[in-house]
């Protein structure tokens, strides 16, 4: 136990190095006291028992553009985390959509760390009523979940990433069904059914008599889609 809380620490100081004496400089502070700053902050997220406080230091993302790059909104959310098969509830959490990282706020005594949470450790988190999935290529909000799971990935772009001071956020988001252990990107009709093929004339029932289009489907529809299908029997 002691082996691998020496190895979290040695590496939990060393993500956290690079991004802090940058830091350091710009604030005229010294490289030694960042550090030891760093520390403090491993060695009370070990003594509290909080492992999700694990990763590296964060930086603005092109603070010139128009909008910002979070899901939803700039402001910190009460959010949940599973790390671990544990749950921890009520952290100031919020989702970098551009980067695809999960940021937490850290309030030390020392100041306020913003702090971009290690995907590897994170299972699953809760943003305003919202459930994200870490799954292979990344964060994934869950919108149903059974025999098939609907997952909507939603990303921002910057329409001028060359830029700092100008340039502005977008978001779009593309979606997957899990089912039978395939995870499939779904686009339009042909695609939905596919991913439900094994009740094919079913769904295309459910879309013709309730009058889906396709086309210009949002990711409600195709939730109210896969919770039929999940319905049905085998």
Same mark, same amino acid.
């Given at each position: 136990?002691?082996? =691998?809380?020496?190895?979290?620490?040695?590496?939990?100081?060393?993500?956290?190095?690079?991004?802090?004496?940058?830091?350091?400089?710009?604030?005229?502070?010294?490289?030694?006291?960042?550090?030891?700053?760093?520390?403090?902050?491993?060695?009370?997220?070990?003594?509290?028992?909080?492992?999700?406080?694990?990763?590296?230091?964060?930086?603005?993302?092109?603070?010139?553009?128009?909008?910002?790059?979070?899901?939803?909104?700039?402001?910190?959310?009460?959010?949940?985390?599973?790390?671990?098969?544990?749950?921890?509830?009520?952290?100031?959490?919020?989702?970098? #959509?551009?980067?695809?990282?999960?940021?937490?706020?850290?309030?030390?005594?020392?100041?306020?760390?913003?702090?971009?949470?290690?995907?590897?450790?994170?299972? /699953?988190?809760?943003?305003?009523?919202?459930?994200?999935?870490?799954?292979?290529?990344?964060?994934?909000?869950? #919108?149903?979940?059974?025999?098939?799971?609907?997952?909507?990935?939603?990303?921002?772009?910057?329409?001028?990433?060359?830029?700092?001071?100008?340039?502005?956020?977008?978001?779009?988001?593309?979606?997957?069904?899990?089912?039978?252990?395939?995870?499939?990107?779904?686009?339009?009709?042909?695609?939905?059914?596919?991913?439900?093929?094994?009740?094919?004339?079913?769904?295309?029932?459910?879309?013709? /008599?309730?009058?889906?289009?396709?086309?210009?489907?949002? /990711?409600?529809?195709?939730?109210?889609?896969?919770?039929?299908?999940?319905? =049905?029997?085998?």
């Amino acid at each position: 136990m002691k082996a =691998l809380t020496s190895i979290l620490y040695n590496a939990f100081i060393f993500l956290f190095s690079v991004s802090a004496f940058t830091q350091a400089e710009e604030k005229g502070d010294s490289y030694e006291k960042s550090y030891l700053r760093l520390q403090e902050l491993y060695e009370e997220a070990a003594n509290n028992n909080r492992p999700y406080i694990n990763g590296f230091l964060y930086s603005e993302t092109f603070p010139g553009s128009r909008g910002h790059p979070f899901f939803q909104s700039e402001t910190w959310y009460h959010g949940n985390l599973l790390v671990d098969g544990r749950q921890y509830s009520g952290l100031a959490v919020r989702y970098d #959509l551009y980067r695809d990282q999960l940021l937490y706020n850290h309030i030390h005594t020392t100041g306020s760390y913003i702090i971009v949470l290690n995907i590897k450790l994170i299972e /699953e988190f809760i943003i305003g009523g919202h459930t994200f999935r870490k799954m292979k290529e990344g964060y994934y909000e869950l #919108l149903s979940e059974g025999k098939a799971s609907f997952f909507v990935k939603w990303q921002k772009r910057l329409s001028d990433p060359t830029s700092k001071s100008m340039g502005e956020f977008s978001i779009f988001n593309e979606w997957y069904i899990l089912n039978n252990g395939v995870f499939r990107k779904v686009n339009g009709k042909s695609g939905l059914v596919k991913a439900l093929e094994d009740h094919e004339k079913e769904i295309r029932r459910f879309i013709r /008599e309730n009058r889906i289009l396709v086309k210009t489907v949002n /990711e409600i529809e195709i939730k109210r889609i896969v919770d039929y299908y999940n319905s =049905l029997e085998p």
